[in-house]
């Protein structure tokens, strides 16, 4: 199986903020990467696929680079909202594997 | 309105089986796969496994194989998840996510996709 290591696994910022998320692949998984952010009692909600395409409807500040087995999540000018728990998830094969997320809270 | 309904919080005892539905609406239910993931109380997403509408053919996490079961029916564009033999660390909550269907481009470029839409997710507690 492929294991994606997430860091850090929290992490503390502001209102206004960049902040930049890293996953690991243990192995190339090409392209084949995407963000979700997931708040408590809700269902992830897909941000990013294919390492940097950005989902419909998401905003602008979020962005996503990286290929093969290291791969980043920026978010520009944190805005209340972004405070959540993000996740990256392999798709090149199954089975398919998370990270163990990072929880963005408020500082 | 692309929409997963899922079916309701269930409370079963260790050694029993549950069966959790996903209702589609709002797009072409044979045109994407069904996956299901889960997740333990203030733990991360795990995949459980995937059925394809069309063909009803199914893959399972390894660590599930043998206690999973996903099946779908059409005519009611509806996929369930059984999961037996159930322990106490299969509390969790049981999601499904719609994933369209890889394809080889034009240019024999393959295409794969990831989940895209979310069921809003079933609570299922095992306790004795």
């Known amino acids: 199986d492929i294991q994606m290591t997430q860091s850090p696994a929290t992490m503390s910022a502001s209102i206004g903020d960049r902040v930049t998320i890293t996953c690991r692949a243990s192995?190339?998984?090409?392209?084949?990467l995407a963000w979700f952010h997931q708040k408590p009692g809700k269902a992830p909600k897909l941000l990013i696929s294919k390492a940097s395409t950005l989902e419909s409807g998401v905003p602008s500040r979020f962005s996503g680079s990286g290929s093969g087995t290291e791969f980043t999540l920026t978010i520009n000018s944190l805005q209340p909202d972004d405070f959540a728990t993000y996740y990256c998830q392999q798709y090149d094969s199954f089975p398919y594997t998370f990270g163990q997320g990072t929880k963005l809270d408020i500082k | 309105q692309v929409h997963l309904e899922q079916s309701g919080t269930e409370v079963k005892k260790p050694g029993a089986s549950v069966k959790v539905s996903c209702k589609a609406s709002g797009y072409t239910f044979t045109g994407y796969n069904m996956h299901w993931v889960r997740q333990a109380p203030g733990q991360g997403l795990e995949w459980m496994g995937r059925i394809k509408p069309n063909t009803g053919g199914t893959i399972y996490a390894q660590k599930f194989q043998g206690r999973v079961t996903i099946t779908t029916d059409t005519a009611i564009n509806t996929v369930y998840m059984e999961l037996r033999r159930l322990r106490s660390d299969d509390t969790a909550v049981y999601y499904c996510a719609r994933v369209e269907t890889s394809y080889y481009d034009s240019s024999d470029y393959y295409w794969t996709f990831t989940f895209d839409v979310w069921g809003q997710g079933t609570l299922v507690t095992v306790s004795s």
């Open positions: 192995q190339s998984i090409s392209e084949w």
